[in-house]
């Protein structure tokens, strides 16, 4: 069975940074691209903020570039998001993707992915 548990979660003062983790389970890491979306309250899913490839590359979006650092251990099976200066916009449910990743495309839709994370809380206010 697959699992991807996001932890790393809470609340941070804006400006702050934060460290999110997805440990995967029931696949190998090292055959998957893992990405990292959010939904904000209200809002519809962002599409991805960031992507892990096979290969260690990475991909961020516009808005997440210069704040953000995905990175990959697959020994531990493990996906960390590094966030910094942190902002009450980023305030939002967080959830990692994984697909698998022969291709070598990005893959930047929330249903481009096979399997989800149940999501951790990310609350940026003073």
């Known amino acids: 069975q697959v699992q991807l548990v996001e932890s790393g979660g809470g609340l941070v003062q804006p400006g702050g940074s934060l460290r999110l983790s997805c440990a995967v389970s029931?696949?190998?890491?090292?055959?998957?691209?893992i990405a990292w979306f959010r939904r904000a309250p209200g809002k519809e899913r962002d599409g991805a903020l960031c992507i892990s490839d096979r290969a260690g590359d990475t991909w961020y979006a516009d808005a997440m570039a210069g704040r953000v650092t995905v990175s990959r251990d697959n020994a531990k099976s493990t996906v960390n998001l590094q966030m910094n200066s942190l902002s009450p916009e980023d305030t939002a449910v967080y959830y990692c993707?994984?697909?698998?990743?022969?291709?070598?495309?990005?893959?930047?839709?929330?249903?481009?992915?096979?399997?989800w994370g149940q999501g951790t809380q990310v609350t940026v206010s003073s």
């Open positions: 029931g696949l190998r890491l090292e055959d998957y691209a």
């Open positions: 993707a994984a697909v698998t990743d022969y291709t070598g495309n990005w893959f930047f839709q929330w249903d481009d992915y096979e399997f």
